[in-house]
C-alpha cells in the first residue's frame, strides 16, 4: 500500500524532503501486457472463426425460418421435398407423397415396414427384397376403393372376395389340396374347360348334387382304367334322343340254347337298363317283369 502523507506549512518555513521517497506506478506493464494483449488476440481470432464457421453451416445446411433445406417444418409435422437417403431406421406416424406425385421406397438390399404394439414386439412386417415380397401377419386383406374386401388371408383359410377369379396361366391353375368353389367354368363360352389330375384321381364331391353342363359343345371323360358311374340311393339317367356305346364286344353264335356268357342289353320303356341271357333271339321279353 503506498500512504500519503499531507504536511501543512506556513510561509517562510522551509522544510526539507526526504530524500529515500519511493514511487509506484499503477497497471500492467512489461510481459504481462504482452501477454494480455496476445490472449485478447488469440480470442478475437477464435470468435471470428466461430462466426465464419456458423455462417458456412448456415449456407451449406440451406438453414430458413422455415426449416432446413429441403426439410420444412409445419403445422401438421415434416415435409421433405425431393430424393431423401436415411442411413438408420425411420420412425413415424404417418408418410405420405405430394397430392401430384407418388411415394417411392427404395433400397439397395430391402423395403422393411415393420408395426409394433406398446411392449415393442413386432406385430406385422411387410419385406421386399429382390427375390420375394413377405408378408408377416395374423391377419392379411386387400380392399377395393369402396372398402369391399377382395383377398384375405389367414390361418383358418384363404378368401377371394371378387366375383370372379381368372387364372390367365398357360398351365391353369395347381392346387395341391382341396378347393371349394361354387362354379367352375371357361373364360369364353367357346372356349375348352378341363379338370385334369396327371398323376392323382380326381374328385367332385357336393352334399346337394354335381352337375356338369357344356351348353355350346361336348364332354368327354378319358381315363386309362375304369369309369365307374354310380348311384348309392338314386337312379342313373341317361338323357338324350339316341345313346351309343360304341365298341361293345360282339359275341358269336353258339350251340342252341348255349349263352357262352353273352348277355343282350335291355331297355324297359321307363329308360331302366338291364342284361339278359343272349340266345338265338331276343330273350329280353322272358325278362321283362324286371320293368314292373
Not at 84 to 106: T, W
Request: hydrophobic share 40%; aromatic share 6%; with cysteine.
Amino acid at each position: 500500500m503506498v500512504r500519503e502523507q499531507y504536511t501543512t506549512v506556513t510561509e517562510g518555513t522551509h522544510i526539507e524532503r526526504p530524500e529515500n521517497q519511493h514511487v509506484y506506478k499503477i497497471g500492467i506493464y512489461g510481459w504481462r501486457k504482452r501477454c494480455l494483449y496476445l490472449f485478447v488476440l488469440l480470442l478475437l481470432t477464435i470468435l471470428v472463426v466461430n462466426l465464419a464457421l456458423t455462417i458456412w453451416i448456415l449456407r451449406v445446411m440451406w438453414f430458413s425460418p422455415l426449416g432446413m433445406g429441403h426439410l420444412h417444418v409445419t403445422a401438421d409435422g415434416l415435409r421433405l421435398e425431393g430424393e431423401s437417403e436415411f442411413l438408420f431406421p425411420l420412425y413415424a406416424k404417418e408418410i405420405r407423397s405430394r397430392v401430384d406425385s407418388s411415394l417411392l421406397l427404395q433400397s439397395t438390399q430391402n423395403v422393411t415396414v415393420n408395426a409394433r404394439n406398446s411392449e415393442g414386439e413386432v406385430t406385422g412386417r411387410v419385406k421386399v427384397g429382390a427375390q420375394m415380397v413377405e408378408v408377416q401377419s395374423q391377419h392379411l386383406q386387400i380392399s377395393s376403393e369402396d372398402g369391399k374386401p377382395l383377398f384375405t388371408a389367414e390361418e383358418q383359410g384363404v378368401v377371394v372376395g371378387t366375383g370372379r377369379l381368372r387364372v390367365t396361366g398357360p398351365e391353369g391353375a395347381l392346387f395341391e389340396h382341396s378347393v371349394e368353389t361354387p362354379l367352375v367354368r371357361a373364360e369364353h363360352p367357346f372356349q375348352d374347360l378341363r379338370l385334369e389330375s396327371p398323376t392323382r384321381s380326381l374328385s367332385m364331391d357336393a352334399p346337394r348334387g354335381v352337375h356338369i353342363e357344356a351348353r355350346a359343345g361336348k364332354m368327354e371323360a378319358l381315363s386309362q382304367m375304369d369309369i365307374v358311374l354310380q348311384s348309392s340311393d338314386g337312379v342313373l339317367v341317361l338323357d338324350a334322343e339316341t345313346v351309343g356305346l360304341a365298341k361293345l364286344k360282339q359275341g358269336t353264335q353258339g350251340p342252341s340254347g348255349s349263352s357262352n356268357g353273352v348277355y343282350e342289353i335291355c331297355a324297359c320303356p321307363d329308360g331302366k337298363l338291364y342284361l339278359s341271357m343272349a340266345g338265338e333271339a331276343t330273350t329280353c321279353e322272358e325278362h321283362s317283369h324286371i320293368c314292373l
